[in-house]
């Protein structure tokens, strides 16, 4: 059985915790801020019609009934009435990032963000939506360019996040970039060129689910993978970086077995989510020309530039000829002297199997990166750097980035040869 999701608080609703809800409200049940502040609580053994007419006579909303249990919101004032009529009350709660670690955006707070932006700038931003995630949380897609609401024939760039749920540190790049280009344009010469000139999608939540798993129950669960039940019962979750549709499960470079970290699941694009980005890529096509030109997939950790193949150390191979190569290399290399990170081919770090840089490359001829940040090693943070290193090591990318979108238009200008490769068509592969 699938979980509901009929509101947003439920959405927030990671864990359920009591809270002691008599005690609480009657320090100050007449207070009206008290009285006037929802929440959302879980009401169990309201088993008849008649529980469910007598909890809903508080005051209180039901917004969900499985079997003898409720999702309802209520006044503190509300619940504490539930409870005196003899169910048992239990607050939920979005536990969200610990404290120490608020400056991270967990997806609630994405959202508003997201949406507080497109706000801000309409003309220039668009909050759309590639679908939803497996246990049906929405991923934001971002648009960002002139004339935001038309198509133009401009050259597009993908900049996706959080493929992997613990390197929540992706979805502050993706902020980081949405207001990079939104602030920034109009001011920044450089930056108001790119939006003038090009189509900039970014997706800052390819896993929503794991994200939000990993932060439940007030603790890090150091989670990686997607939460769809694979094998028989249970959560075990696909490794979306390894789901992807080009040389699929080929060379070693993940695991069949559904418990590992690697486990690249039972088929290509098995995953909601990597469906979900992969028709919104294959949308992108206009009489069978691919609009995205060039895209980095943001992870942590290592402080890697990384380019195509993963599935195999050969440096030249079927789709992938010298002058790609060379090419690969170059903005790689160009991107490290920017970011200080170490640039090289993926497969050099380790074989990896269905990642989506080998299906964009080879697929679609997406010039595409995968950037490891912040930090080199797990005593620096590992997965869970403090988030007062979020400004410094976003900002960090912000000139390989805008670089990358200046390329999108020939990348073989990296190497000079886009007199070559350019001159009839537009930036090909
Ligand atoms: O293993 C991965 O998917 C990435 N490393 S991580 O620690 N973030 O999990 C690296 C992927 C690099 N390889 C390719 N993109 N082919
Ligand atoms: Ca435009
Ligand atoms: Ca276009
Ligand atoms: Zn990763």
Same mark, same amino acid.
């Given at each position: 059985?699938?979980?509901?999701?009929?509101?947003?608080?439920?959405?927030?609703?990671?864990?359920?915790?009591?809270?002691?809800?008599?005690?609480?409200?009657?320090?100050?049940?007449?207070?009206?801020?008290?009285?006037?502040?929802?929440?959302?609580?879980?009401?169990?053994?309201?088993?008849?019609?008649?529980?469910?007419?007598?909890?809903?006579?508080?005051?209180?909303?039901?917004?969900?009934?499985?079997?003898?249990?409720?999702?309802?919101?209520?006044?503190?004032?509300?619940?504490?009435?539930?409870?005196?009529?003899?169910?048992?009350?239990?607050?939920?709660?979005?536990?969200?990032?610990?404290?120490?670690?608020?400056?991270?955006?967990?997806?609630?707070?994405?959202?508003?963000?997201?949406?507080?932006?497109?706000?801000?700038?309409?003309?220039?931003?668009?909050? *759309?939506?590639?679908?939803?995630?497996?246990?049906?949380?929405?991923?934001?897609?971002?648009?960002?360019?002139?004339?935001?609401?038309?198509?133009?024939?401009?050259?597009?760039?993908?900049?996706?996040?959080?493929?992997?749920?613990?390197?929540?540190?992706?979805?502050?790049?993706?902020?980081? *970039? !949405?207001?990079?280009?939104?602030?920034?344009?109009?001011?920044?010469?450089?930056?108001?060129?790119?939006?003038?000139?090009?189509?900039?999608?970014?997706?800052?939540?390819?896993?929503?689910?794991?994200?939000?798993?990993?932060?439940?129950?007030?603790?890090?669960?150091?989670?990686?993978?997607?939460?769809?039940?694979?094998?028989?019962?249970?959560?075990?979750?696909?490794?979306?970086?390894?789901?992807?549709?080009?040389?699929?499960?080929?060379?070693?470079?993940?695991?069949?077995?559904?418990?590992?970290?690697?486990?690249?699941?039972?088929?290509?694009?098995?995953?909601?989510?990597?469906?979900?980005?992969?028709?919104?890529?294959?949308?992108?096509?206009?009489?069978?020309?691919?609009?995205?030109?060039?895209?980095?997939?943001?992870?942590?950790?290592?402080?890697?530039? *990384?380019?195509?193949?993963?599935?195999?150390?050969?440096?030249?191979?079927?789709?992938?000829?010298?002058?790609?190569?060379?090419?690969?290399?170059?903005?790689?290399?160009?991107?490290?002297?920017?970011?200080?990170?170490?640039?090289?081919?993926?497969?050099?770090?380790?074989?990896?199997?269905?990642?989506?840089?080998?299906?964009?490359?080879?697929?679609?001829? !997406?010039?595409?990166?995968?950037?490891?940040?912040?930090?080199?090693?797990?005593?620096?943070?590992?997965?869970?750097?403090?988030?007062?290193?979020?400004?410094?090591?976003?900002?960090?990318?912000?000139?390989?980035?805008?670089?990358?979108?200046?390329?999108?238009?020939?990348?073989?200008?990296?190497?000079?040869?886009?007199?070559?490769?350019?001159?009839?068509?537009?930036?090909?592969?």
């Amino acid at each position: 059985m699938g979980r509901k999701f009929g509101s947003m608080v439920a959405f927030a609703t990671v864990a359920v915790v009591t809270l002691g809800v008599v005690s609480q409200a009657s320090a100050s049940p007449t207070s009206p801020k008290y009285q006037q502040k929802s929440a959302s609580y879980t009401v169990d053994g309201a088993r008849t019609q008649a529980d469910r007419n007598r909890v809903g006579s508080t005051g209180a909303s039901i917004d969900s009934v499985e079997g003898a249990r409720l999702d309802v919101t209520a006044t503190a004032v509300e619940a504490m009435k539930i409870e005196r009529l003899g169910y048992k009350v239990t607050q939920q709660r979005t536990e969200g990032f610990p404290a120490a670690d608020s400056g991270y955006h967990d997806y609630t707070e994405m959202q508003a963000e997201l949406e507080k932006a497109a706000k801000a700038y309409p003309k220039i931003m668009q909050k *759309l939506s590639l679908g939803k995630s497996y246990e049906g949380r929405d991923m934001p897609l971002i648009k960002i360019s002139d004339n935001v609401a038309k198509d133009e024939n401009e050259p597009e760039i993908l900049y996706d996040a959080h493929q992997h749920a613990r390197e929540h540190l992706t979805v502050e790049m993706a902020l980081y *970039l !949405v207001k990079m280009y939104t602030e920034g344009y109009g001011k920044d010469p450089r930056i108001t060129k790119l939006v003038d000139s090009r189509e900039i999608w970014i997706v800052p939540d390819m896993n929503p689910d794991g994200g939000e798993y990993d932060l439940s129950g007030g603790k890090y669960h150091n989670w990686r993978k997607n939460r769809q039940p694979v094998g028989n019962g249970g959560v075990k979750g696909v490794d979306l970086n390894r789901n992807w549709g080009y040389k699929f499960a080929c060379c070693d470079g993940s695991s069949p077995v559904t418990t590992s970290e690697t486990y690249h699941g039972p088929s290509a694009f098995s995953a909601p989510e990597t469906q979900r980005l992969r028709d919104f890529v294959l949308s992108r096509r206009v009489n069978g020309v691919q609009q995205i030109k060039a895209s980095i997939d943001f992870h942590t950790y290592s402080e890697l530039v *990384l380019w195509p193949y993963g599935y195999t150390t050969q440096t030249t191979a079927a789709g992938l000829n010298g002058d790609q190569q060379k090419t690969f290399a170059t903005l790689g290399k160009t991107f490290a002297k920017s970011n200080g990170y170490t640039p090289e081919q993926s497969s050099s770090l380790y074989i990896t199997d269905g990642s989506i840089i080998d299906w964009l490359w080879a697929n679609q001829g !997406v010039w595409a990166f995968t950037f490891e940040m912040y930090p080199t090693t797990p005593g620096k943070g590992g997965f869970y750097p403090p988030a007062s290193v979020i400004d410094r090591e976003t900002a960090r990318n912000k000139d390989a980035s805008l670089t990358l979108a200046e390329y999108a238009d020939c990348a073989y200008r990296a190497i000079k040869k886009e007199n070559q490769y350019c001159a009839t068509s537009p930036s090909p592969r």
